[in-house]
């Protein structure tokens, strides 16, 4: 299991996180004309080498750990009644759509991570399944497949473009909660309702 990215608040590669967008959502200004429609965003990685996100209010269908992971491995050592459990997979974007990732939260007492939830994303699913069915971890995660990706200075030049709104007040808990509508939610975070009012008023201030 390799870790993509883990939430730091560090400086990272000579882009402070504050010109980052890595721990914070984002969503689209204009869904209709968006090949990402109405997502909800959750961008990993933001630095001089582009940006990876999760979709993360998405969803392909349910899916057992067994068809996820590597079987062999997961039935000769695990137990738990978990792997024959469906577990929802959202479709975490277009970039490399045939691979299965993790987003995983876990608690940490750290001051310098928003809302005491460290938020990692992990390429490689079995680790991760199999210290979970094992009782070894009780991480919230999120399995999707695919990713969203931005080449170097491509986001920048959407967000100049007004191609994004970014979500600064959205508690991360919300990100992993099943039976929400996260996109109404997002919005919600800006004090509207209706994306198209939240434009408008954005654009005649």
Known sequence: MGVIYIMS????SGMEV??????????????????????????????????IGVVVNKVIGPI?????????????????????KEYIVHYGGPF??????????????EPSVPYGIRISL?????????DYLNGLHS??????????AWEPDELEKQLAKNEWIII???DTNV????????????LASLGVSDIGKFVNYVGNA
């Not at 990732?101 to 876990?106: M, P």
């Not at 991480?139 to 969203?148: D, H, T, V």
């Open 9 to 12: 608040t560090k400086v990272i």
């Open 18 to 51: 504050m010109h980052s967008l890595q721990g914070r959502v984002i969503i689209p200004s204009n869904p209709a004309q968006s090949i990402f429609g109405r997502a909800v965003i959750y961008i990993c990685i933001h630095d001089e080498n582009g940006a």
């Open 64 to 84: 057992r750990i067994r068809d996820v992971a590597d079987p062999s491995r997961m039935l000769n050592s695990v137990k738990s009644k978990r792997i024959d």
């Open 96 to 109: 490399d759509n045939g691979r299965f990732v993790i987003l995983s939260a876990s608690k940490t007492k």
């Open 122 to 130: 992990l390429d490689g699913v079995d680790k991760f399944l199999y």
């Open 139 to 148: 991480n919230k995660f999120i399995i999707a497949k695919g990713l969203a």
């Open 168 to 170: 600064d007040k959205m």
């Open 175 to 186: 990100i992993f909660r099943e039976n929400c509508d996260k996109w109404a939610l997002a």
